[in-house]
């Protein structure tokens, strides 16, 4: 075993360096009881944007972090190397509605993706919507879109500068003209189209009476009916419950337009209900499933019978058939039993059920009859993952965007009549994939819990401890994290960089017991993993302390916050991007109460306060810590993850740190959490990053 670094800082010469002259920021004396605990929060003036002190404090730290990029000579290398990779095409998977395909293809040189249309599978292509014309800046984007049954018409979501916020437009993509309407107050909106195209149904919020109020404007949300070429003004309200303020209600349609279901969902829980009416029927829907006992999601339907994945008595999914003439639980039918390998997604296609599998976190595809019997495998084209899949129960054809660490995205197509699966777009870049590997590896957090990674490097990496490495990680939310070809480490493993991914507890890789065996109280697992794999990584040789990097966004920035804080010797480096730190306050803002099934709330109930208490990365930042070199980054229209988390955080760590280290912040204008932000903004923001990794990791030059 290699012995871990015990002081990677001075061993890098950094510590010799003079002391950071930060720009101070006021330290207040405030203070909360918790449960007879008493925590002070001497930044509690951060949480006010418009404050501005903070203005000028938030100008003084990106000037800081500005000037220290800005010495960095490799910065401008990285940037164009960047530029080049990112400029590719590539498409999503099309959508097939009549007789058109319906899809995305960015093109170099384009900051969002164009939306195509072609009659035909070999039909002319033609533009239905092109963002780019929107902005001069790239930062308008289509965040959400719907077409109607026939391919004719398009319901669209726009977003500006990165806010979840969108206005959906309607839009004929024959002609590229959009109505006049424009439709207010949507966030995480859904839109079920009637078979005919005269309207959809779409859920918003109720239009704010004070929109300073982040945590009221998301409240009461309100299912709607849209009539094409009408004012918003003029739509029909279909469904609320105001007893029930904090409940969500995303409409869908089935496969043969006869009923509008509503996916019903509170919060972040992978708890939802399932509530129905006929299409064309007024009154109220019949609440089909109402205990939020587990996870259901409507993949298809045949008459009154619906068919759904779900994780009751099944962790790993199961697929099962209500059919709502008879929907008494003893009478459902299970489809698909669960097996070893937790489903990621299914959709009835050529009447027949495709459901895709990870198998120690890569993807495998199995088909069924409606009855459950199996029919084969879908051949992909080898190691990796199926991104995205699109078809239609009554169509011959399954569409899958496939990819891994090493492969670009191709736009796979499964013939039903053949059984033969052919590339149908694919993507072509300069980066050497077959002169790099993916090993998957296996290791033992503190518990005993057997862990998987991926490790991602040029062939024939000399494994002598001294590989600057940056190891990823998110671990919540049940969000599994797949092989990707992840355009911004292309350049690092050019020049001679480790990338590895892990598969925390949190995510869904083995299923729901995976992801619940780190949320809550079990939270702490997800840290214990990360900091295993680490510790694998350094004794395997791979890396040691002074080249190893980590890095998370949102609730990664959460973990790398954590274990820095907890392990501050182990680390060379941290990138913590759009974090979430204030664990005590987070759910007071925007998005944040959806989350306390996830992480609980401190407020409310003491037992929660103590674990939550205990992690939180702004209330575990030690006076007299030398803490590893870190960038923080956020966005000043972050509606997701407000920018308090990472301005607290680092004031926090500027003031208890006692090394010579940068702890640096970057805080990104017109820009959110990463909603449709242009490609520009994603090549200057980690240009910025590997530039820093470059200088306090001494990282080489390419290989």
Not at 175 to 194: I, N, P
Not at 216 to 242: F, I, K, M
Not at 251 to 273: A, C, E, F, I, K
Request: charged share 20%; hydrophobic share 35%.
């Amino acid at each position: 075993m290699r012995s871990i670094v015990e002081n990677p800082f001075k061993e890098r010469g950094l510590m010799t360096t003079p002391r950071f002259a930060y720009p101070p920021a006021r330290r207040d004396d405030v203070s909360d009881d918790y449960h007879g605990t008493p925590v002070a929060d001497p930044y509690r003036w951060m949480e006010n944007p418009e404050e501005p002190e903070l203005r000028a404090w938030i100008e003084a730290q990106n000037q800081l972090t500005t000037d220290f990029i800005a010495e960095i000579p490799t910065r401008a290398t990285i940037h164009g190397r960047l530029t080049q990779q990112w400029n590719f095409t590539r498409y999503s998977v099309p959508q097939r509605k009549g007789d058109y395909y319906l899809y995305t293809r960015i093109d170099p040189g384009q900051n969002q993706p164009v939306f195509y249309g072609q009659n035909g599978l070999e039909g002319e292509p033609f533009v239905v919507i092109d963002p780019n014309a929107l902005s001069d800046d790239g930062t308008q984007a289509i965040s959400s879109y719907q077409f109607s049954s026939d391919g004719l018409l398009m319901a669209y979501g726009l977003s500006s500068g990165g806010s979840d916020w969108q206005e959906i437009h309607v839009r004929d993509t024959q002609t590229g003209q959009d109505y006049d309407e424009a439709l207010r107050w949507c966030k995480f909106a859904g839109v079920a189209w009637m078979e005919d195209g005269s309207g959809f149904f779409y859920n918003r919020y109720p239009e704010p009476t004070n929109v300073l109020d982040t945590a009221q404007v998301t409240r009461h949300n309100q299912v709607w009916w849209h009539t094409v070429g009408t004012p918003q003004s003029a739509d029909r309200l279909v469904y609320e419950r105001p007893d029930a303020p904090d409940l969500n209600f995303s409409p869908l349609m089935t496969d043969d337009g006869q009923y509008l279901v509503l996916h019903v969902w509170h919060g972040s829980v992978n708890r939802n209900r399932i509530y129905y009416r006929a299409a064309g029927a007024d009154g109220d829907f019949i609440r089909l499933l109402d205990e939020a006992d587990a996870s259901y999601t409507l993949i298809g339907s045949d008459g009154p019978v619906f068919i759904f994945r779900t994780d009751l008595d099944a962790p790993n999914g199961r697929i099962i058939a209500i059919d709502t003439t008879n929907p008494a639980r003893d009478q459902w039918r299970t489809i698909v039993p669960e097996s070893d390998d937790a489903i990621f997604t299914a959709l009835v296609v050529n009447h027949q059920l495709a459901v895709a599998y990870m198998h120690h976190a890569s993807h495998q595809v199995r088909l069924f009859t409606l009855d459950g019997s199996p029919v084969g495998d879908v051949p992909l084209p080898g190691f990796g993952a199926a991104q995205e899949a699109s078809g239609e129960h009554d169509q011959t054809e399954l569409f899958v965007n496939f990819q891994s660490f090493t492969q670009p995205p191709v736009i796979c197509r499964y013939d039903f009549t053949t059984g033969q699966l052919e590339p149908w777009r694919a993507s072509q870049t300069d980066f050497a994939g077959d002169q790099f590997e993916t090993t998957q590896v296996f290791f033992e957090s503190r518990d005993g819990t057997r862990v998987p990674m991926f490790i991602t490097h040029r062939k024939g990496l000399a494994l002598n401890g001294d590989n600057p490495t940056l190891l990823y990680g998110y671990g919540g939310f049940s969000a599994p994290m797949l092989p990707a070809f992840t355009i911004h480490a292309l350049q690092w493993l050019e020049r001679g960089g480790v990338f590895a991914t892990v598969n925390l507890r949190g995510g869904s890789e083995y299923g729901e017991a995976w992801h619940q065996a780190g949320m809550l109280d079990r939270k702490q697992n997800v840290f214990d993993d990360f900091i295993a794999a680490a510790e694998w990584l350094i004794a395997g040789g791979y890396t040691r302390s002074a080249k190893l990097a980590i890095m998370g966004r949102s609730n990664g920035g959460l973990l790398v916050g954590a274990v820095m804080t907890q392990r501050p010797e182990l680390f060379g480096a941290v990138i913590c991007v759009v974090p979430v730190t204030d664990m005590l306050r987070y759910h007071r803002f925007t998005a944040g109460r959806y989350w306390t099934y996830e992480y609980g709330n401190a407020e409310e109930n003491p037992e929660h306060f103590r674990f939550l208490y205990a992690y939180s990365p702004l209330h575990n930042t030690r006076p007299g810590t030398v803490y590893p070199p870190t960038l923080i980054t956020t966005a000043d229209h972050d509606d997701r993850v407000v920018p308090m988390h990472a301005e607290k955080f680092a004031a926090a760590l500027q003031h208890a740190d006692a090394g010579h280290n940068p702890i640096l912040l970057r805080l990104d204008t017109k820009s959110g959490h990463a909603l449709g932000k242009p490609v520009w903004k994603w090549i200057d923001e980690w240009a910025d990053i590997y530039a820093f990794l470059d200088r306090v990791l001494k990282v080489g030059p390419a290989r």
